[in-house]
Every structure is written in structure tokens, then in C-alpha cells.
């Protein structure tokens, strides 16, 4: 009787790349395109530069959310496995108006998974499993390299002229990140702390 298990001879042809195109890339990733959108060059360079560094950390924290989504266990399971989707799903939202600013501003969109892990500031998560505990720790690591970053971005932006990118910052990544770490962040004894306290007043 013929098996029918596949084996790694037979996946090896499925890994061998399509032949490359006859025209090949038609825009460099590091290439910024002059849009008709009334903004300085040097503007539109220093927000792409700074929206591709914001997309693989965005993409990373959409994925770190997936990744608890799915790994969620324990008594609090169905609380988090709703609540990680529900941002996870936010998330995903910011990735696509990202990108399709850079677009916008003339750039290549930063899309693909081995690009994004060469450029995102947020630590790689272990393949295995963690505890709740340590999920809520990562993902909350995760959203304050974001809003550290995306807060000095949107200055930056602003004084260069691009209010568009300031907007889009401001309004999308920084108010969802961080009205999504309030929630991650009461399940967190000690993540919410009293100011005067910690002052010693
Ligand atoms: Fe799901």
C-alpha cells in the first residue's frame, strides 16, 4: 500500500523561490518616492524612517497578542482569551493606517515577518508557552517601548511639518496603546501605583 505521509523530499521543492520577475523590485525599501501632497522631501524621509521603525514594533505587539490569544490558559482563560483579540485586532488596525501612510508619504512599507523581527525594538518572546503573569508583563513591556517612541516621533513630526503623521500618531497609536495597557495593567498588582506615594509625599 502507497503511504501517504509527506516527507521533507517532497516539501523541498515548495521552498525553492519563483523565478524573479523580469523587472525585479520597481521601488528599493529604502527608497522614498516625491508625492504630490505639498510636504518637504526631508519631512516625508524622517517620517518614513520613523512610521517603518513604528510598523515592525506595532506589527510585533498585534502578534504578541495573537501569540496570548491562542496560548491563553487557566482559570482567567476566557477573560484574556477575548480581551488579547479585542487588541490584538485594534492593533492590526494601526499596522494598516501605518503603512498606508508611509505609502502615502512615498515609501515602501515595511510587511513582511523576517524584516519586521530584524527591526523591532521589542524582545523576541519565547516560542513556548508563559504564564498569565508574564504575558501581561511582556505585552505591557511592549506597549511602553511604543508609546516612549511614538510620543518623541509625533514631536518630531509636528516640527518637521507633518502634522498628517503627527495626527495619525497621535490620535491612533498613542491613545489605543494607551488606553489598551489601562486594561492590561489592572490585572497587574503594582503596575497601577499612587503618585504621591511614590514620591514619598
Ligand atoms: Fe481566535
Do not use: C
Not at 9 to 27: I, L, N, Y
Request: net charge negative.
Amino acid at each position: 500500500m502507497k503511504s501517504t505521509t509527506i516527507t521533507r523530499e517532497d516539501r523541498t521543492p515548495r521552498k525553492v523561490p519563483p523565478p524573479a520577475s523580469s523587472t525585479g523590485e520597481v521601488q528599493g525599501f529604502e527608497h522614498v518616492q516625491r508625492t504630490p501632497i505639498a510636504l518637504d522631501a526631508g519631512s516625508a524621509l524622517s517620517s518614513v524612517e520613523s512610521l517603518q521603525q513604528l510598523m515592525a514594533d506595532t506589527i510585533t505587539l498585534r502578534d504578541l497578542y495573537k501569540k496570548h490569544h491562542w496560548q491563553a490558559a487557566g482559570p482567567t482563560f476566557y477573560m484574556f482569551h477575548l480581551l488579547f483579540d479585542k487588541h490584538a485586532s485594534e492593533q492590526s488596525t494601526l499596522v494598516d493606517l501605518l503603512a498606508e501612510r508611509v505609502q502615502t508619504l512615498g515609501g515602501v512599507s515595511i510587511a513582511m515577518a523576517a524584516d519586521v523581527a530584524e527591526v523591532t525594538l521589542i524582545p523576541r518572546a519565547p516560542s513556548g508557552r508563559e504564564d498569565t503573569a508574564a504575558q501581561l508583563e511582556r505585552l505591557l513591556h511592549a506597549h511602553e517601548v511604543i508609546l516612549l517612541e511614538s510620543r518623541a516621533m509625533a514631536r518630531a513630526a509636528s516640527e518637521a511639518g507633518d502634522v498628517g503623521t503627527d495626527d495619525i500618531i497621535v490620535s491612533n497609536v498613542i491613545r489605543i496603546g494607551e488606553l489598551q495597557t489601562w486594561f492590561l495593567a489592572q490585572h497587574v498588582p503594582g503596575r497601577v501605583i499612587e503618585i504621591d506615594a511614590e514620591r514619598g509625599a
